[in-house]
């Protein structure tokens, strides 16, 4: 499927995230498996545009995102079938359909972590979380957060002046500022190297409530794990928290005085056992790097080759013994697109990603701009 085919999905009447996740489970074939699937609304609305574009309420969001992509630079719309989609979010019980995305699309490759916590925080928070971003971006992590006032804002600043990667999911159109006083930020996010803007809403949303614990889902659904810098009894960091749990990731906070009112929440997680004590990097590191090493490419891999490497081809990577697999045999050391893996392969496109999704956590493959290549084994 096409970006316009997903985005068309996507605004089907009376279909969410997680109705289309649970059909997109039965491996409908495009387009006649989705009008056998759908419910009557649904599947009348997606014939009327299949038959008759011009006649479709649901082609105006085409128009439209193709308006915006061509108004500005870096603008992209990204879907299970984009070379560019995270794999990690088709884990979730109700991934996004559709994703805008603003800003530099490498920021979604590499090991990401979430760094979530007050709106408000201390000195202390302050600190820790420009200390922990910084520390992180410095060894290839992406800091994911919100783009929210306090330590997200805090976090996402400090891992871009570190020379970072870093992306921030809203909960509004990417072209909206919310809240307004990270205009900065946002303008930030959406130019400079390293940052992205995403959000599942098209642009020219604005935000409102409801929106805001949907985008908490995508924050931890990219990431390896979460980080609670600060968090009240009653804070919103602990629906990422809990989201964090509930989506199998590992769920990391920070110590804090018991005598501050910021760092209670994080108490309480520490209290009832859900999550990891950090005292430094080196923590999350040690429970998450076993993941994280199937992200990062060898310290070799960004080094200009030599006279005498320019001369030679790439060594393929050894396939895994017994395992004749069709996917590693139709990818090399240059991108291939994950359509074109389809067509090698004849296999169904979800069961192509899920395979992908396996052999990127054993260290076989990884997604690089352009598609999927397989990774040099030592």
Same mark, same amino acid.
């Given at each position: 499927?096409?970006?316009?085919?997903?985005?068309?999905?996507?605004?089907?009447?009376?279909?969410?995230?997680?109705?289309?996740?649970?059909?997109?489970?039965?491996?409908?074939?495009? &387009? @006649?498996?989705?009008?056998?699937?759908?419910?009557?609304?649904?599947?009348?609305?997606?014939?009327?545009?299949?038959?008759?574009?011009s006649r479709s309420p649901l082609q105006k969001v085409i128009y439209e995102t193709?308006?915006? %992509?061509?108004?500005?630079?870096?603008?992209?719309?990204?879907?299970?079938?984009?070379?560019?989609?995270?794999?990690?979010?088709? @884990?979730?019980?109700?991934?996004?359909?559709?994703?805008?995305?603003? =800003?530099?699309?490498?920021?979604?490759? =590499?090991?990401?972590?979430?760094?979530?916590?007050?709106?408000?925080?201390?000195?202390?928070?302050? #600190?820790?979380?420009?200390?922990?971003?910084?520390?992180?971006?410095?060894?290839?992590?992406?800091?994911?957060?919100?783009?929210?006032?306090?330590?997200?804002?805090?976090?996402?600043?400090?891992?871009?002046?570190?020379?970072?990667?870093?992306?921030?999911?809203?909960?509004?159109?990417?072209?909206?500022?919310?809240?307004?006083?990270?205009?900065?930020?946002?303008?930030? *996010?959406?130019?400079?190297?390293? =940052?992205?803007?995403?959000?599942?809403?098209?642009?020219?949303?604005?935000?409102?409530?409801?929106?805001?614990?949907?985008?908490?889902r995508v924050v931890t659904g990219l990431s390896l794990g979460t980080l609670v810098?600060?968090?009240?009894?009653?804070?919103?960091?602990?629906v990422s928290a809990r989201l964090t749990i509930e989506q199998n990731r590992e769920?990391?906070?920070?110590?804090?005085?018991?005598?501050?009112?910021?760092?209670?929440?994080?108490?309480?997680?520490?209290? %009832?056992?859900?999550? #990891?004590?950090?005292?430094?990097?080196?923590?999350?590191?040690?429970? *998450?790097?076993?993941? /994280?090493?199937?992200?990062? &490419?060898?310290?070799?891999?960004?080094?200009?080759?030599?006279?005498?490497?320019?001369?030679?081809? &790439?060594?393929?990577?050894?396939?895994?013994?017994?395992?004749?697999?069709?996917?590693?045999?139709?990818?090399?050391?240059?991108?291939?697109?994950?359509?074109? *893996?389809?067509?090698?392969?004849?296999?169904?496109?979800?069961?192509?990603?899920?395979?992908?999704?396996?052999?990127?956590? @054993? =260290?076989?493959?990884? %997604?690089? /701009?352009?598609?999927?290549?397989?990774?040099?084994?030592?």
């Amino acid at each position: 499927m096409d970006a316009q085919a997903w985005l068309v999905v996507n605004a089907l009447p009376g279909m969410g995230a997680l109705r289309i996740a649970q059909l997109l489970a039965r491996q409908p074939q495009w &387009p @006649e498996g989705w009008l056998a699937a759908l419910p009557s609304r649904a599947a009348s609305e997606l014939r009327l545009w299949l038959d008759h574009p011009s006649r479709s309420p649901l082609q105006k969001v085409i128009y439209e995102t193709l308006a915006w %992509q061509r108004s500005g630079h870096s603008r992209h719309v990204l879907h299970r079938d984009h070379p560019a989609w995270p794999a990690l979010l088709n @884990e979730l019980p109700d991934p996004p359909v559709v994703l805008w995305a603003q =800003g530099d699309l490498s920021a979604l490759e =590499g090991p990401k972590l979430a760094m979530v916590g007050t709106r408000r925080p201390t000195s202390e928070g302050t #600190h820790n979380a420009q200390t922990f971003a910084r520390d992180l971006a410095r060894r290839g992590w992406c800091v994911v957060s919100g783009m929210a006032l306090g330590v997200d804002g805090v976090a996402q600043r400090a891992a871009l002046n570190a020379g970072g990667r870093t992306i921030g999911v809203l909960g509004c159109g990417v072209d909206v500022i919310y809240p307004a006083s990270n205009r900065d930020l946002h303008e930030q *996010l959406g130019r400079q190297p390293g =940052g992205l803007l995403l959000s599942e809403h098209p642009p020219g949303t604005l935000a409102r409530p409801a929106f805001f614990p949907r985008r908490n889902r995508v924050v931890t659904g990219l990431s390896l794990g979460t980080l609670v810098v600060e968090a009240t009894e009653k804070s919103g960091s602990l629906v990422s928290a809990r989201l964090t749990i509930e989506q199998n990731r590992e769920l990391f906070v920070l110590p804090g005085s018991l005598h501050n009112v910021q760092a209670r929440g994080c108490l309480t997680l520490l209290r %009832q056992g859900s999550a #990891h004590l950090a005292c430094s990097v080196d923590d999350i590191i040690a429970d *998450l790097g076993h993941w /994280a090493e199937t992200f990062i &490419p060898p310290d070799n891999a960004t080094q200009p080759a030599s006279p005498e490497q320019a001369e030679k081809p &790439p060594e393929q990577t050894p396939l895994p013994e017994a395992l004749p697999d069709p996917l590693l045999l139709s990818l090399s050391a240059t991108p291939t697109p994950i359509d074109l *893996l389809v067509h090698a392969t004849g296999m169904a496109v979800s069961d192509c990603q899920q395979r992908l999704l396996m052999l990127e956590l @054993e =260290g076989w493959v990884t %997604q690089q /701009a352009g598609g999927w290549v397989r990774l040099p084994r030592p």
